[in-house]
């Protein structure tokens, strides 16, 4: 058995995407309430037994079966529609009629949702705009036809971005969400949709048409390639991989075929439908009959009274055609969820007790993953230092950081908070292949999202344990935050490793950032509505050797990118990350409490993203010239206004450190030099204490990316750049006989076909004139990152 399970488990951890193989380790987790249930009597404690099947079985057994539809994006007559009230099933539908692309369409969704708790979504977006097609016609129809489909792409991503709300309300509920579109459609590269499959959970579903029933002319079989990208199991296991077999012709699906085919056929409606209304288990494990007594005494299983009006139907279709009517009686009415009822004190305790029946468990077994566990939950596993970037390994979560529901009472706290820490380990030990991997000091905050999740899950399951009957909200959950910069988790600093520009804060970006932004960031009371009180105004450098930071200040106050004062509005402290392609440093300023206190920050306009780039074409005897510029350290050359420096504070130093006799050493200042440097400093008490305050916009606030990526965008547009050459995700697609250009803050890359005979006669760079742009305003180039016509970057 526990061969099988490590062997299941790994192989599903190879097909997973990254972050959609973290939430099914999650699910995977939970709890592992499995062992409590089936295992009676002792357990080996050299086994994995009690752990690995926990893993194994606990996510599949938490899901319940489909107990409504809403069907988003569909005709009147769909036929997933129809064979839901066909067999029963609440069902609801979106229609064109309804606009889900505008405000009325979403929120008319949402309420459906909540009309009908552990409701499905299935979502069927149009797909026209994203065909392949739309690459020759844009070549062939002009500027006219780009208009239109960037407009249509424009509100399909919208309703994209709609419909992840309507699947996360739904998922909260209880439901699950699916999203539908053909497998060739290039909306999948685009980040709204892979955002919508990542954060919802969505593991991708591939399958064929052709052996669902789909056909063309002369009926034949058409191949009609879809995914489907689900957070349902049962569903995915029951069409991914059903692929054509080959051995016959394909039709072609154009015209009316190709809008035929948007209707399901009966054969794909009955699976889709078989798999929402099996309970995981049933599809995963084969029927095991240990996890259907399970389903039948503990869990709510699957919907057995509509699988058999659903075979029922299927005979009836088969033998007689598509039935006329609902093949049953008057519907009986839906008692909803069991999760309506009122929870109760002796239902939670139940739960927990079951709960603490694994814990145990865990805690008494010799095997290296429960150690692990055992030791992550003390707070005893090896730390991990240098900069947090993926979601894991996850830190230790401390129950008292957590904001618990008031159902949940104080005395289980405790013991949620250990089975919370338990799950975190199995998803390290997943993660790191069957070892034990150092975990950092600190969450960040892409990990206390992931910790949200996973306590959400964690009550839901308690809840469902105990037979309850309402299942505790923890989506307010949150971890607090836990500050520590410095803590492990960033590199040591080093001051000569960190770029100081000769002079800082020579370019003025306000005229480039429009009358509304400039206006707000003018005035200090509309940038900050709520005040700076709750900020702290000293803060002291807790980020390495303070001889270091000595040295850096040093550095920047002769660059003009700092200036000391007595006091300051707010402060907050540095950290140094590392760059990748060298052992340089990089200062980031943590501003993070002051963001959260500043006005709505602006979208930074016309950012290129990795997915922008997916409409480039190329071929060998034109392939695409990329050249590139590199604005050196461009945040410490873009001045800040002098009413917002001091709520730019950073650690304090003494005079004593900044002096040739202190911590500086030989980058240290003279008394006379050290006023010059200063605004309101009287005296040179070795031991006065002063803020360095910004003199330009520091990386880590809120509105410097806004403010960066706006000038750099006036200055390639003051180059001859036009607005429609621009790559960025929402935007018009550049022709193709055109310089196309993205900016990326700092960056600006320039993708040009050209034969090795147009190359040739070629001789000037297109960003040419970016250079005398950048020359006019005072932008300095990081020469070593600059190049022209290189065929890969």
Not at 237 to 242: H, R, T
Not at 391 to 416: G, I, N, Q
Not at 449 to 454: K, P, R, S, Y
Not at 575 to 601: H, I
Request: proline share 7%.
């Amino acid at each position: 058995m526990l061969a099988v399970a490590c062997t299941f488990t790994d192989a599903r951890m190879r097909r997973l995407p990254c972050f959609g193989a973290c939430l099914f380790m999650i699910d995977l987790c939970l709890l592992s309430v499995a062992f409590g249930l089936i295992v009676a009597g002792p357990v080996p404690e050299s086994s994995l037994f009690c752990f690995w099947v926990g893993l194994l079985l606990g996510g599949y057994i938490m899901q319940r079966s489909c107990l409504g539809l809403l069907e988003v994006c569909c005709a009147l007559n769909s036929s997933l529609g129809a064979l839901a009230e066909a067999i029963g099933m609440p069902c609801a539908r979106i229609t064109e009629a309804e606009r889900f692309d505008t405000l009325a369409g979403l929120r008319l969704a949402l309420a459906h949702v909540e009309a009908m708790p552990g409701c499905d979504v299935w979502v069927s977006l149009p797909c026209t705009v994203w065909t392949t097609w739309t690459y020759v016609n844009q070549a062939r129809l002009g500027s006219s036809f780009r208009a239109r489909l960037a407009y249509g792409r424009r509100r399909s991503l919208r309703m994209a971005r709609h419909s992840a709300l309507v699947i996360e309300a739904a998922q909260r509920r209880g439901g699950q969400g699916h999203f539908e579109w053909p497998r060739r459609c290039i909306g999948w590269l685009r980040r709204p949709v892979r955002a919508l499959c990542l954060r919802q959970g969505l593991l991708a579903a591939d399958f064929d048409g052709c052996r669902f029933g789909v056909e063309g002319p002369n009926k034949l079989p058409a191949l009609k390639p879809w995914r489907v990208c689900t957070s349902r199991e049962t569903v995915r296991l029951a069409l991914d991989g059903v692929r054509c077999s080959g051995g016959h012709e394909h039709g072609r699906l154009s015209g009316a075929f190709a809008s035929r085919s948007a209707f399901y056929p009966q054969a794909l409606c009955f699976t889709v439908f078989h798999a929402l209304l099996l309970p995981p288990s049933a599809v995963a494990l084969g029927g095991c009959s240990a996890v259907d007594l399970l389903r039948t005494q503990v869990f709510v299983g699957g919907d057995r009274e509509r699988l058999h009006r659903l075979r029922r139907w299927r005979l009836e279709t088969a033998v007689l055609g598509p039935p006329p009517a609902p093949p049953i009686g008057p519907q009986e009415a839906d008692t909803g969820s069991p999760s309506q009822f009122p929870l109760d004190g002796d239902a939670l305790g139940r739960g927990c007790a079951i709960l603490r029946v694994w814990v145990r468990a865990v805690d008494g077994c010799s095997a290296p993953c429960a150690r692990y566990a055992v030791r992550l939950a003390a707070g005893e596993a090896p730390a991990r230092s240098g900069r947090l970037r993926d979601l894991l390994p996850l830190p230790r979560a401390d129950w008292r950081e957590l904001t618990w529901p008031d159902l949940v009472s104080k005395s289980v706290r405790p013991l949620l908070g250990r089975a919370l820490n338990h799950t975190l380990a199995g998803l390290n030990w997943l993660h790191a292949g069957g070892r034990a991997v150092a975990v950092p000091r600190a969450a960040s905050a892409v990990q206390r999202h992931a910790m949200g999740m996973l306590l959400d899950r964690l009550l839901l399951a308690v809840s469902v344990l105990g037979e309850s009957e309402t299942i505790p909200d923890s989506s307010g959950a949150f971890f607090s935050a836990t500050g520590g910069v410095g803590s492990g988790r960033y590199p040591t600093l080093v001051a000569k490793r960190v770029d100081v520009p000769l002079r800082a804060g020579l370019v003025d970006p306000l005229p480039c950032c429009g009358e509304a932004a400039t206006e707000i960031l003018s005035d200090h009371t509309q940038l900050f509505p709520a005040g700076l009180a709750s900020l702290p105004q000293r803060v002291e450098y807790t980020g390495g050797p303070r001889a270091e930071y000595v040295q850096l200040v040093c550095r920047q106050l002769r660059a003009g990118k700092l200036i000391l004062a007595s006091s300051a509005d707010a402060a907050a402290n540095i950290f140094a990350v590392g760059k990748a392609s060298s052992d340089r440093l990089r200062e980031v300023w943590d501003g993070g409490p002051l963001s959260e206190l500043c006005a709505a920050t602006p979208k930074p306009p016309w950012q290129a993203s990795p997915a922008a780039l997916a409409g480039l074409e190329s071929s060998r005897d034109r392939p695409l010239r990329i050249c590139a510029r590199d604005a050196a350290a461009f945040f410490d050359q873009l001045r800040l206004p002098a009413h917002l420096r001091r709520c730019m504070g950073r650690p304090f130093v003494r005079v004593g450190e900044l002096l040739k006799t202190g911590a500086a050493g030989a980058l240290g200042f003279t008394p006379a030099e050290l006023s010059q440097h200063s605004l309101d400093v009287g005296g040179h008490d070795p031991e006065l204490e002063l803020v360095p305050l910004s003199q330009v916009w520091p990386m880590g606030f809120a509105w410097s990316s806004f403010v960066a990526q706006s000038t750099m965008l006036e200055a390639v547009v003051a180059s001859g750049v036009g607005h429609h050459q621009l790559l960025c995700e929402e935007a018009l697609l550049p022709p193709v006989c055109e310089t196309a250009v993205s900016i990326a803050t700092d960056d600006v890359v320039s993708f040009t076909r050209l034969s090795d005979e147009e190359l040739a006669g070629c001789p000037l760079s297109p960003l040419a004139d970016l250079d005398a742009s950048w020359r006019a305003r005072g932008i300095e180039p990081k020469k070593e990152k600059c190049y022209d016509f290189a065929t890969s970057a």
